[in-house]
C-alpha cells in the first residue's frame, strides 16, 4: 500500500514555529495535489492547506492564513508546511495526503479526494 511519511511535530511554546516534511519513495508528489490534514480527538479531520499538483496553486484554511506556508521541494520529493506565529488552537496530528483526481490547477480540502496518507505527526503548542 502507498503510504506517505510525514515529521516535524514536536512541542513548541505559542509565538514559535515547525516545519512539517511529507516525503515517499513510492510516488512522484509532484504528480499529485497535496494536502495537510489535522485532527484533535472528538474532531473530525480537517483540511489545513493543498499545493496544486500543477503550478503550485495553494488553499488554506481562514485561520492559518499568513502564518502557514505550503511549498514542494521536487528534487527531494518533499513537501513541506511550515507553520509560523503557532497557537494553542493549532494543536492536533496533523497528517499529509496526495491526490491526483479533479483538476491538475486547484486542490481542495475534501479528504475523500485523497487516497494516500501519511501516519500523522503531533504538533502540540503549549506554553
Known amino acids: 500500500q502507498r503510504q506517505l511519511v510525514d515529521s516535524g511535530g514536536g512541542l513548541v511554546q505559542p509565538g514559535g514555529s515547525l516545519r512539517l516534511s511529507c516525503t515517499t519513495s513510492q510516488i512522484n508528489l509532484d504528480e499529485y495535489a497535496i494536502g495537510w490534514f489535522r485532527q484533535v480527538p472528538g474532531k473530525e479531520r480537517e483540511g489545513v492547506s493543498c499545493i496544486s499538483r500543477r503550478y503550485g496553486n495553494t488553499n488554506y484554511i481562514d485561520s492559518v492564513k499568513g502564518r502557514f506556508t505550503i511549498s514542494r521541494d521536487n528534487a527531494k520529493n518533499t513537501v513541506y508546511l511550515q507553520m509560523d506565529s503557532l497557537e494553542p488552537e493549532d494543536t492536533g496530528v496533523y497528517y499529509c495526503?496526495?491526490?491526483?483526481?479533479?483538476?491538475?490547477?486547484?486542490?481542495?480540502?475534501?479528504?475523500?479526494?485523497?487516497?494516500?496518507w501519511g501516519q500523522g505527526t503531533q504538533v502540540t503548542v503549549s506554553s
Open positions: 495526503a496526495a491526490s491526483n483526481t479533479g483538476s491538475a490547477n486547484v486542490c481542495y480540502h475534501i479528504k475523500g479526494e485523497y487516497d494516500y
